[in-house]
């Protein structure tokens, strides 16, 4: 296998969480003076404001608006919290539709006090549930297994195989999985459950960034890619071996670099981009 750096920015995206430090307006003026052309939302960036006005001004800024992250946690023993989670999806998919993205990315959740087999159960209703809705709104939705040292609370989907299993067994063109490397990057699968992807045609997403080693915090201590021992780029060739021809979405969740100025931040993404991904 072989595949070639990527010689522009016409394939890259990031998730305005990953500049958190700065305000959408700010970021999506920043991105699109430094050449990036597209950008994840996440819904606490949207906090106070016209969602439509929003996305106009994303759009206004040359960006291509990839997903709005995110929806999901579905389960929960508590019946009542499971709905006030669908309603939570139903809001996530208007605000989807109001800021012209075609795809929300779930983190599906989990709940400790039950086995992963209701967590998954209940992940698998609650999408049902919304399927309608997303399908009139024109949004998909994508299921991105977490890494497994997140299956306590945040997904009882760990793995690719988990979510193509889902996926089919929805067997909605408006489901698919989202790939994201930080999660999935460890997987003896990976190569398999991507061309599995690919012949579902339900690859929707694909996010980059580093493991660090060592990594010294579970949720806030991602790398920029090159940083870690992720092999990016095969990942990267698998998914395009696919067909899948969408961005490369910089996902990094990071104290350190959200401390850093966010400027000097945004030029290590692009050059870390160019080298490494
Ligand atoms: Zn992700």
């Not at 994201?180 to 694909?206: M, N, S, T």
């Not at 580093?210 to 021992?229: E, I």
Request: hydrophobic share 40%; proline share 4%.
């Amino acid at each position: 296998m072989s595949i070639a750096p990527y010689k522009d920015l016409s394939r890259l995206c990031i998730h305005t969480i990953t500049t958190k430090p700065w305000a959408i307006e700010t970021a999506a003026r920043n991105y699109a003076a430094a050449g990036v052309k597209g950008i994840t939302v996440w819904r606490d960036a949207l906090d106070g404001r016209d969602i439509h006005q929003t996305g106009k001004m994303l759009r206004n800024e040359g960006l291509t608006i990839v997903s709005l992250c995110r929806g999901g946690f579905f389960p929960n023993t508590d019946k009542n919290k499971r709905k006030l989670a669908i309603d939570d999806n139903r809001k996530a998919i208007e605000e989807t539709a109001a800021l012209g993205a075609p795809l929300i990315v779930l983190v599906c959740g989990a709940d400790p006090a039950q086995s992963l087999e209701d967590s998954r159960k209940q992940i698998q209703e609650g999408i049902e549930t919304v399927l309608d809705e997303a399908k009139a709104a024109g949004v998909k939705l994508a299921i991105e297994p977490l890494h497994p040292m997140y299956a306590d609370t945040r997904s009882a989907i760990n793995t690719l195989a988990q979510a193509n299993d889902m996926a089919e067994a929805i067997n909605s063109p408006w489901v698919g999985v989202a790939v994201d490397v930080y999660h999935l990057w460890w997987d003896p699968a990976l190569e398999q459950e991507i061309k599995r992807c690919g012949q579902q045609e339900h690859l929707l997403a694909f996010h980059i960034c580093d493991w660090k080693s060592p990594t010294t915090d579970m949720l806030f201590d991602r790398g920029l890619m090159g940083d870690g021992c992720i092999p990016l780029r095969k990942i990267r060739y698998w998914v395009e071996a696919t067909g899948f021809a969408g961005f490369n979405e910089v996902e990094i969740f990071s104290t350190r670099y959200w401390k850093e100025d966010q400027s000097a931040f945004l030029e290590k993404i692009n050059k870390a981009y160019l080298e490494h991904a």
